[in-house]
């Protein structure tokens, strides 16, 4: 589905149900890339009845045709004494579901990310890298005849600490990129808000989730040049992700995975210890140390929520191997590789060859 | 010492013990891609092979077989993980090297023999100083009887700007040599074997024949195994032979002189099941023999090594404090008698 042109019937209805939430002050539109290989729809009317305390309260289909399937939902959450309530509309485009909402982010939060995470391995959450948001706002800069300009980001160092940047600036955002490159320790994007020179129709903020929001502007450009693009570097890292559990090879082979980062991270040895603290807080997971930095790490790690396994082994001073074992599903190789990504460092993840 | 300090000791050594465990597992598969690589007329012929002593008619496992010139001559490698830290108990460990010093059929030759072969012990840096001391004190007084050429030689990993900042196992000798002028050469050198190029082989290779102490196989169960045999994070029945057939699967054999064996045996996963029992993770079922209840849905410490470490510490620790100060004193008494 990737480069097919977004039905106008349906970039004429979520710019319908935008406009209401982007006349509020302060007012945005909030889109999360989703992944699900099976029909969003059905996965709903499966999977939600049977969690609780969330109901969908109303569903409607507004549009399925060339690939393209577009519902409006409404869905409430109790949590705790509070009772969170909201409407979305989920665009399913191939395997991509990109959830659009002008509601606050505690409904995204509570509401929406609460349903990925239930339905995970069926729905996985997209992420994209620094690197990628780079190569994104530079291609949107292009392709819009607009000078983009910055005016905050937040940056993320090792182990995911955050560095944000202070007060409003007015900047190309290639100056954002620059600032963290330059920084040392290094910093890496994590979400940066961009708008046109002349303040006209472009303000959006994008980060390495994966989500967009914008507070100015019309669908179809966001959809063409920023969700897009998400989708196409999302299929290329599910790809990678795929089939590398033993059971799917030939001979029960083992193909692992090698992500190499840019610098020689691992002489430290502190950074090797944290490591292990690292993957201790990595959600629904049991790991075992086996051998703990001296010199190398290696780590088995048992992913609870479909019982996938893989081991997690540094290699050389700039590089960790997932040697995945039995089972490893692309859903847990993601999200295992999201959360290095968020709470460790970003590098690039490759096929090793054994 | 404290219970509490006895629990973290417990906890230490057990740990060190798998850790350990896992370094031999490396070392071995090093070492014979070293042999299998290097072209110095000492050819690597097999590890863990089936040999016998011909005088006792007893088995005996090598670690590492190695033979040269054109396989007139041998050599039997001897790897230790650890040694233990009482001398009545280290001088019993090293006897084996008295079997490997007598006549022993299993070489890769028509006639399964050789003209005569060499002793090579590897141990851990950690143990070497104390190994090679009590080795010359024991072979002088005659109470250890070492009657081939023995070489002593120590194994640690390492990481050193010298080797790119990469991880290696470092190898020296210690004490004496080999009659293998080629083998001496590369021990005087040093051999250094790159850690990080093992790990694929080791992710097939996680057992050699020495058993794994007992946290090292529950791991293996936990992490590599039990994900095998269910698809989805909920308690599950199976049996021994189930288990079993899911190592072989994803285990690949050694490949021995004698033909192709598993690496991990049924006597290892029986111990690790009634462990599981033990610490509350696992149920045997009554009506079905060997068939086991696997409480994988229960919610148990995220670091599962820590875990079951930490369980069996303390019902070792539990059971000690039970059994009367007398019977302990006795057997000490006793064994220090025949050591003496």
């Avoid at chain 1, 083992?254 to 040895?269: G, Q, S």
């Avoid at chain 2, 042999?35 to 690597?44: H, L, S, Y």
């Avoid at chain 2, 496992?61 to 490698?77: A, K, R, T, W």
């Amino acid at each position: 589905m990737i480069g097919k042109r977004l039905p106008a019937t349906i970039g004429m209805i979520i710019n319908q149900y935008s406009e209401a939430f982007l006349k509020r002050s302060r007012g945005c539109i909030r889109i999360v890339a989703l992944i699900s290989e099976v029909s969003f729809e059905e996965l709903i009317d499966e999977e939600l009845p049977e969690l609780e305390k969330i109901e969908v309260r109303s569903k409607k289909k507004i549009y399925a045709e060339d690939g393209f399937a577009l519902w409006n939902y409404t869905v409430s959450r109790k949590v705790r004494n509070e009772r969170i309530e909201g409407s979305f509309l989920a665009l399913q485009v191939g395997s991509f579901v990109f959830i659009i909402t002008g509601h606050r982010p505690p409904f995204v939060r509570k509401c929406i990310m609460y349903i990925a995470k239930q339905l995970h391995p069926d729905i996985m959450v997209a992420y994209i890298t620094a690197e990628e948001i780079y190569e994104i706002l530079k291609n949107f800069s292009k392709v819009m005849e607009i000078e983009l300009l910055y005016s905050k980001y937040v940056a993320k160092k090792v182990f995911g600490e955050r560095d944000t940047s202070v007060g409003f600036a007015r900047a190309p955002y290639t100056e954002a990129f620059r600032k963290a490159r330059d920084a040392r320790p290094r910093l890496w994007i994590d979400s940066i808000r961009g708008f046109a020179e002349d303040e006209s129709q472009t303000d959006f903020r994008l980060s390495r989730e994966g989500h967009l929001n914008y507070y100015k502007g019309n669908f179809e450009q966001y959809y063409e040049h920023i969700l897009i693009p998400i989708k196409e570097y999302c299929s290329r890292r599910l790809k990678i992700f795929e089939k590398r559990g033993r059971r799917e090879t030939i001979d029960r082979e083992l193909r692992p995975l090698l992500i190499r980062y840019d610098t020689k991270v691992f002489e430290d040895p502190f950074v090797r210890k944290q490591l292990v603290a690292v993957v201790g807080g990595y959600n629904s997971c049991n790991f075992s140390v086996i051998h703990k930095g001296n010199p190398h790490v290696y780590i088995n790690i048992v992913d609870r929520m479909d019982n996938s396994a893989f081991s997690l082994r540094t290699y050389g001073s700039d590089s960790l191997i997932i040697a995945p074992q039995v089972k490893a599903s692309k859903a847990s190789l993601m999200r295992f590789s999201k959360h290095l990504i968020d709470n460790f460092l970003e590098g690039t993840i490759s096929d090793f060859k054994v | 010492m404290s219970s509490l300090d006895a629990l973290e000791e417990c906890k230490r050594r057990r740990k060190t013990d798998v850790d350990r465990y896992y370094q031999t597992v490396l070392l071995t598969i090093g070492l014979k891609d070293f042999f299998d690589n290097g072209n110095f007329g000492c050819r690597f012929v097999s590890a863990e092979p089936r040999f016998k002593e011909i005088e006792s008619n007893k088995e005996i496992f090598p670690d590492i077989v190695l033979q040269y010139n054109n396989d007139d001559y041998g050599i039997l490698c001897e790897i230790k993980t650890s040694l233990p830290a009482i001398d009545f108990f280290l001088l019993e460990e090293l006897k084996q090297l008295e079997l490997y010093s007598s006549k022993v059929v299993g070489w890769d030759t028509p006639a399964k023999e050789v003209l005569d072969h060499d002793l090579v012990l590897l141990c851990h840096a950690l143990d070497s100083d104390r190994i090679v001391e009590r080795i010359k004190e024991w072979t002088s007084e005659g109470k250890l009887k070492v009657t081939k050429n023995l070489c002593v030689v120590e194994w640690s990993i390492v990481e050193s700007l010298k080797f790119d900042q990469k991880d290696v196992f470092l190898i020296r000798p210690r004490l004496g040599e080999t009659r293998c002028t080629a083998l001496n050469d590369h021990l005087r050198k040093n051999i250094k074997i790159d850690v990080d190029h093992l790990f694929a082989k080791y992710e097939k290779c996680k057992f050699v024949r020495k058993e794994p102490p007992l946290e090292y196989m529950m791991n293996q169960l936990w992490s590599s195994i039990f994900p095998a045999m269910h698809e989805i994070t909920e308690d599950f029945a199976c049996s021994i032979d189930e288990i079993l057939k899911t190592t072989y699967e994803y285990f690949i054999p050694w490949s021995g002189l004698q033909g192709e064996y598993s690496q991990v045996r049924t006597r290892w996963i029986k111990k690790s099941m009634k462990a599981f029992c033990d610490i509350d993770v696992a149920k045997k079922i009554e009506d079905r023999p060997d068939s086991y209840t696997i409480l994988y849905g229960k919610q148990i410490r995220k670091d599962v090594s820590e875990y079951f470490v930490e369980k069996l510490c303390r019902k070792i620790l539990r059971e000690s404090r039970k059994r009367p100060i007398t019977e302990a004193l006795e057997e000490a008494q006793r064994r220090l008698a025949e050591f003496d």
